[in-house]
């Protein structure tokens, strides 16, 4: 099984709200990865999680804060987003992070207005 | 600094033909390789994969792709497209910087297919 889910798969939030992405693995992988993409655009790194911890956060604004409660588990919690926040969240899981391949959810697709 | 590129950001092939897809990579070792396919809204599936030893190597959806170190290039082929093959197509690049490994994606390119 090499499947990432990824819920929901729609999302429609005010800028003052708070809500959730919730990614899910059950392939034994250690590391978890968000990603953001922009229509028409490759997927940019937002978080790496290593056995749970966080290990790259690429700079991102506080008002994503992602969660590793367990090694299946990875949420993005949002708060007070703005509208060029919306995009498509992609979640992504690999063996480790060592150079292996990463095998991606279907992506939340988020509209902030 | 390390780059991927695709230099072709739209292809249009007729069903049937075959197709070709450029990626370009700069890095001063050999790095691993990928290449990813996406369909409008969803996520990326990998096509396949480039570690080490053969150079060609066989993915899913009858999908190929050929490293050459020379060119630094890992093209994907196909013989016989079908118009399920419409999506967008991403090389990747799996290499460590400073420390790090990370994925660095090509721009993308598009396909279209003519029935």
């Known amino acids: 099984d090499t499947e990432v889910t990824q819920t929901p798969k729609h999302l429609v939030m005010g800028m003052t709200n708070k809500k959730s992405l919730k990614c899910e693995q059950h392939m034994g992988h250690r590391a978890m990865y968000w990603y953001k993409q922009k229509a028409k655009k490759p997927p940019e790194l937002m978080f790496v999680?290593?056995?749970?911890?966080?290990?790259i956060n690429e700079s991102v604004p506080s008002r994503f804060s992602p969660e590793c409660p367990n090694s299946s588990l990875l949420n993005l919690h949002l708060h007070a987003l703005q509208p060029e926040d919306s995009a498509l969240y992609l979640c992504a899981s690999s063996r480790d992070r060592a150079a292996h391949e990463q095998y991606f959810g279907p992506g939340t697709r988020l509209t902030v207005t | 600094a390390q780059s991927v590129t695709q230099p072709d950001i739209h292809i249009t092939v007729s069903e049937g033909a075959s197709l070709e897809l450029r990626c370009n990579y700069s890095?001063?070792?050999?790095?691993?390789l990928f290449w990813y396919v996406q369909s409008p809204g969803q996520g990326l599936q990998l096509l396949l994969k480039?570690?080490?030893?053969?150079?060609l190597v066989q993915g899913i959806k009858g999908f190929e792709a050929e490293f050459k170190r020379s060119q630094s290039s890992f093209n994907l082929r196909k013989p016989s497209v079908h118009w399920s093959d419409a999506a967008e197509y991403f090389c990747a690049v799996g290499l460590v910087t400073s420390g790090t490994y990370k994925y660095i994606f090509g721009t993308g390119t598009r396909l279209k297919v003519l029935a």
């Open positions: 999680y290593s056995y749970e911890k966080l290990s």
């Open positions: 480039y570690f080490s030893g053969d150079t």
């Open positions: 890095y001063g070792a050999t790095p691993y």
